[in-house]
């Protein structure tokens, strides 16, 4: 299908561009450096856990807090990778080639999305590798590492498709970067209000909230719930994105 055309384009030129091997580096350096500091606290704290009964293990201690980290270091990365996916296209006038060819709106979306979604998902199978490392010498619970991943994998499917939509709705990318970052950690703070609220006010924000049902997955607990508002969520903003470059392409 055309989508795939268009993903493996969009995979192929953020490789060709400085921006995401810097941004493979720094992650990757982030995470490493969160990781030995969660091993080392395990470590400090060894000789403290094993005289407690039901005491935390290396992935309650080590792997869950590295994957929380890295879902914050990825909230501020994504924007600067999804902000030039339609804003780019219109500033170099390249998007009127997109709409005069044989594709649906639906297949540029998709392709775009899955575009950076391959590129994440290269990032999250090397995060991953250092949690797994943990198995050469401990045991790891692996039903509660594959919920946190899963979170994690969703949570970014959800950063994309909100970066994607930002991007359609502006010429400029860093104006896109800016706004996606702007809805991304106004969504991450209703998991703050939901907290301090009351009644039906506080748990509406709280469901709202990415970082609320990322935690119920990052502690192993899986719920469709939280899968089903992923889901519906990365809908959502790709179906907007779909019918504003369906708007913008009435015109022509």
């Known amino acids: 299908m055309m989508m795939f055309v268009i993903a493996g384009r969009e995979l192929r030129s953020l490789f060709l561009s400085p921006l995401a091997w810097s941004i493979l580096a720094v992650v990757q350096f982030l995470i490493a450096y969160l990781f030995l500091s969660q091993m080392e606290l395990f470590m400090q704290l060894q000789s403290q856990l094993v005289g407690l009964q039901g005491a935390p293990g290396v992935t309650q201690v080590v792997a869950t807090p590295v994957l929380g980290n890295a879902a914050v270091v990825l909230l501020l990365v994504v924007p600067m990778l999804t902000m030039r996916l339609i804003s780019e296209e219109r500033r ?32 999250l199978a090397m995060i991953a590798l250092m949690p797994l490392s943990l198995l050469l010498g401990a045991e790891i619970d692996l039903g509660q ?108």
């Open 92 to 123: 170099s006038q390249t998007i009127a080639l997109l709409f005069s060819a044989p594709l649906s709106m639906t297949e540029i979306v998709l392709g775009k999305f899955l575009g950076v979604m391959a590129f994440l998902l290269i990032i």
């Open 145 to 252: 590492l594959a919920a946190a991943l899963l979170g994690l994998l969703l949570m970014l499917a959800s950063f994309t498709a909100v970066g994607l939509y930002m991007s359609t709705l502006t010429l400029q990318p860093a104006v896109a970067a800016v706004s996606t970052f702007g809805v991304l950690f106004l969504l991450w703070m209703l998991d703050w209000a939901g907290n301090s609220g009351v009644g039906e006010g506080g748990g509406l924000f709280a469901y709202l909230s990415l970082l609320r049902h990322f935690e119920s997955l990052l502690k192993g607990v899986f719920d469709s719930s939280d899968i089903v508002y992923y889901l519906l969520f990365v809908t959502l903003f790709l179906v907007l994105s779909i019918r504003r470059l369906d708007a913008n392409r009435l015109p022509h």
